[in-house]
């Protein structure tokens, strides 16, 4: 492993086989980044190490086993030496969709546990890189979690496990940019509206190959289906994400929660009477 230079900054993003983490790594490497960006199999740790060159480094971890964390956490804290990290970006995920009665347990586990459990090892394993370890020299890292614009923040028909898991994210991270004031380390969510990534299609397919199309479910569904889609198509542009990020790691003084969106009224949905939500859903 090479010599940490003394001006680089290093970001572990995780999540990074594809979608918005592939994109951040991409972006990060090209400002300048050293990238620690972790994937779950040997090919995309091969795909993206010969993609991305010498800047990025891949790491293979599964964000809900704590032994793969703390394997991670050891190579990253190996090259830093007495340095900080600079950012932890708590971006891998995965989404649900369908009525409650004919999800699995195991499904709604697969949510919770890789939101909220993942962003919670993934913290507290990298807090004394961050900045709780004051014998390592630097200013406080940062930590950023990727929330949800609506999915944070109000919940929707046919995605009560995937809001469960953005709304606790974000609850989580209220909490401890309370708590890690003390080390000056700023946690900083990143909600995006759409963004036109695989998990989409994933979450499309999940629904439909539940069976419960002679229920009274299946029309409104379908509709939130067809609602899906057409944000799908009013998608944000990856980079234009990248760049808010970028910016929250950047910045002297980052917002608590940024929301990029192409659609300004997704800004205003979790300010309206929630009885009116209600009759528009
Ligand atoms: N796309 C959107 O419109 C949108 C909007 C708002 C928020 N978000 C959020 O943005 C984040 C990234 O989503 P995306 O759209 O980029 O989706 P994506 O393309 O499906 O990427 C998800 C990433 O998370 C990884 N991952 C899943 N489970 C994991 C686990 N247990 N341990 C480690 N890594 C795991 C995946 O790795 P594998 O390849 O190994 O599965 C993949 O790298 C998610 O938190 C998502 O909720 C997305």
């Known amino acids: 492993m090479e010599n ?10 995780t999540g990074s086989s594809s979608g918005i983490g592939k994109e951040l790594c991409r972006m990060l490497v090209s400002t300048g980044y050293k990238v620690f960006g972790t994937v779950r199999s040997k090919k995309d740790s091969a795909t993206l190490s010969k993609e991305f060159g010498s800047r990025f480094e891949s790491i293979i971890m599964d964000v809900t086993i704590e032994s793969q964390v703390l394997k991670a956490r050891n190579k990253v804290e190996k090259y830093l030496g007495s340095a900080k990290l600079c950012a932890l970006i708590n971006n891998a995920g ?10 699995t347990t195991t499904e709604f586990v697969t949510q919770i546990n890789t ?8 913290t507290k394993t990298f807090l004394p890189l961050l900045g709780t370890n004051r014998k390592l ?7 950023i979690n990727i929330s949800s614009i ?6 929707s028909p046919f995605m009560s496990a995937y809001c469960a898991s953005k709304h606790a994210v974000e609850a989580f991270s209220e909490s401890i940019r309370r708590e890690l004031k003390p ?3 700023k946690v900083i969510i990143v909600a995006p509206g759409s963004i036109s990534t695989p998990i989409w299609n994933t979450l499309k397919r999940h629904g439909r190959n539940m069976n419960f199309s002679d229920t009274e479910y ?11 889609e057409k944000f799908d198509q009013n998608s944000l542009p990856i980079d234009k994400l990248s760049k808010v990020i970028l910016k929250s790691i950047e910045t002297k003084y980052p917002k608590i929660r940024y929301t990029p969106t192409n659609d300004f009224s997704q800004k205003l949905w979790p300010y309206i009477p929630k009885k009116l939500m209600d009759k528009f859903f």
């Open 115 to 122: 939101k909220v459990l993942g962003t919670f090892l993934c």
């Open 183 to 185: 080390y000056g380390i």
């Open 218 to 228: 299946y029309t409104p569904f379908n509709k939130i289906l067809r609602s899906l």
């Open 94 to 103: 995965v989404a649900t969709l369908g009525p409650v009665e004919y999800m």
């Open 137 to 143: 020299e630097g200013p406080p890292g940062r930590i």
């Open 4 to 13: 940490l230079n003394k001006k680089e900054q290093v970001v572990l993003v």
């Open 150 to 155: 609506l999915g944070g923040k109000i919940g």
